[in-house]
């Protein structure tokens, strides 16, 4: 078959020009993912709560489950240390106190080098009242890990 050829010689490539360069999106892509990981850490406090509403709540739920009864709640929430002693539910058990439990107050300390909060819970019963300091520390979340008199 011949015919009229629409080129005389062969077609040139249609990309003669030398290739752009298309940085902006790769620089965009890493950009945005840097974003959003400063955006997710300092969003992690807002969602998680401080140091200190991590102990309050933990401690509060914690003595609600004492006052229930329910040691086994109670035995869940302390670290590993404190599980070591013995049965979880006898040494979550042994930090009741006679009367009402009310959280005071929490500050922030270290012990053996590990940050800690230490929370101030004061039980009343009728007239009387024991205060004891619970200590807090972050262990796979925070875990009830002690208990002293307060003083």
């Not at 990309?15 to 620089?27: A, D, S």
């Not at 974003?35 to 807002?46: D, E, F, R, S, T």
């Not at 439990?101 to 024991?130: F, K, N, P, Y």
Request: aromatic share 4%; net charge negative; charged share 25%.
């Amino acid at each position: 078959m011949s015919g009229p050829y629409l080129y005389d010689e062969d077609p040139e490539a249609l990309h003669t020009g030398t290739p752009r360069r298309r940085n902006g999106l790769v620089l965009g892509i890493f950009g945005g993912t840097v974003v959003v990981g400063v955006a997710a850490v300092l969003a992690l406090p807002l969602v998680k709560g401080s140091g200190e509403e991590q102990a309050r709540e933990v401690v509060g739920v914690f003595l609600a489950a004492l006052d229930a009864g329910d040691t086994e709640t109670a035995g869940g929430l302390l670290c590993q240390s404190e599980r070591d002693r013995g049965e979880a539910e006898e040494t979550a058990a042994a930090y009741a106190q006679p009367g009402t439990a009310r959280i005071e107050d929490v500050t922030a300390g270290e012990v053996d080098g590990t940050d800690v909060r230490e929370v101030l819970v004061r039980w009343d019963e009728g007239g009387t009242s024991t205060e004891t300091t619970v200590t807090v520390v972050l262990e796979n979340g925070p875990k009830v890990c002690g208990s002293t008199p307060a003083g």
